[in-house]
């Protein structure tokens, strides 16, 4: 098994598990999943980057997005790690927990001072593995 940056290739098996993400989160992303697939494979400066999990038979069983920013509580970036999912059938298996340290680890490498993310609440399966790897925080997301 390993963590590899996506490649162009990967498309075709990037977009079922893409597709299980959306579903995940009762979302249509269709309408911009070309343009999420271009930006992820010509990232600008700060990203958006997508890292894949690959099974021993290098199929595709999981993929996460992050992308930089600067913020105005310090001089270093921060990373935001936007889109995590894992194949129903791979969970439970570090997976997951494999990505989110990938993430942090290249965060870190980059300068970053912190590694963050968002999940909402009734990712319950998700939110045990963030309680082990992360600290939760009492910021409330609002949108416009």
């Not at 498309?11 to 299980?20: E, F, I, Q, V």
């Not at 997976?95 to 968002?118: D, K």
């Not at 990712?123 to 600290?135: F, P, Q, T, W």
Request: aromatic share 14%; net charge negative.
């Amino acid at each position: 098994m390993k963590i590899r940056p996506a490649r162009v290739e990967d498309r075709t098996a990037w977009d079922p598990l893409w597709k299980g993400y959306q579903a995940y989160y009762e979302v249509d992303l269709s309408a911009t999943t070309d343009n999420t697939w271009d930006r992820l494979m010509h990232p600008k400066e700060t990203g958006p980057w997508c890292l894949v999990y690959e099974d021993d038979d290098g199929q595709l069983i999981g993929f996460t997005t992050y992308l930089l920013h600067d913020h105005t509580w310090g001089a270093e970036p921060r990373c935001y790690l936007v889109d995590l999912y894992t194949k129903t059938e791979s969970r439970g298996k570090r997976v997951g927990r494999h990505l989110i340290e990938a993430v942090h680890e290249e965060a870190q490498r980059l300068g970053c001072s912190q590694t963050y993310w968002l999940t909402q609440h009734f990712n319950e399966a998700g939110r045990r593995l963030y309680d082990k790897v992360a600290k939760e925080t009492p910021f409330i997301k609002y949108q416009m």
